[in-house]
C-alpha cells in the first residue's frame, strides 16, 4: 500500500492531468489545493485550507463547509486584537469578482471539530464547500505533515532561474 501511494504520489507530480490535479471548479469559483495539516492521533480539532479563486462577474459567499470526519466545522478568520491574534467564527467568506482568497495557517481556515478519525500524513478526506451563487462542490482534502512540500513546489518554478542577467558580448 504504501509503495502504491509514494507512486501515486510522484506520478501525480509529474502529469498534472485533471484526476490527480488538486483544483476544483464550481460555476465561476476556481477552488485550489485544498490541505489539512497532520495532527497526532489525539488532536480533538483540525483545520482546512484551500484557494478560492473569482473568476466571474459577481460575487460569491462561502458560507458553509462540512464533512463526514468532523462532528461539525466552522468558518474561521485570524483577527488582531489588542496585539493579540484570536480566532474568530464567521458566517460567509465573499470571494469578490477578480480576486482570490486564500485560507492558510494564520488566516482564513474550515475548522474541524470532533474529529472522528485522525488527519494522518498523506490521508485524503471529503470536505463539501457550500457557497451562495455557485452551491456546493465537494472537495477532496490532502493531509501533510509537510506545510513547506506546496510552498517549495510552487516556488521552484521561480527560484533558482536567475532571468536577464546574462551577459551577452
Request: proline residues 5%.
Amino acid at each position: 500500500m504504501r509503495t502504491f501511494l509514494s507512486a501515486l504520489l510522484i506520478g501525480s507530480s509529474l502529469f498534472a492531468t485533471q484526476t490527480l490535479a488538486h483544483d476544483y471548479t464550481v460555476g465561476d469559483l476556481h477552488i485550489g489545493h485544498p490541505w489539512s495539516r497532520a495532527l497526532p492521533p489525539v488532536a480533538p480539532t483540525g483545520a482546512a485550507y484551500l484557494t478560492i479563486e473569482n473568476r466571474g462577474q459577481q460575487s460569491d459567499s462561502l458560507i458553509a463547509a462540512s464533512t463526514p470526519i468532523a462532528g461539525y466545522t466552522e468558518l474561521h478568520e485570524h483577527v488582531h486584537e489588542d496585539g493579540l491574534m484570536k480566532m474568530q467564527k464567521i458566517d460567509r467568506v465573499e470571494i469578490a469578482p477578480g480576486e482570490s482568497v486564500e485560507f492558510s495557517p494564520g488566516g482564513h481556515h474550515v475548522m474541524l471539530f470532533d474529529l472522528k478519525e485522525p488527519l494522518s500524513d498523506g490521508h485524503r478526506y471529503p470536505l463539501t464547500l457550500t457557497f451562495e451563487q455557485a452551491g456546493e462542490v465537494e472537495v477532496e482534502v490532502y493531509v501533510s505533515k509537510d506545510t513547506e512540500a506546496d510552498d517549495q513546489s510552487q516556488a521552484h518554478d521561480h527560484a533558482g532561474h536567475d532571468h536577464g542577467h546574462h551577459h551577452h558580448h
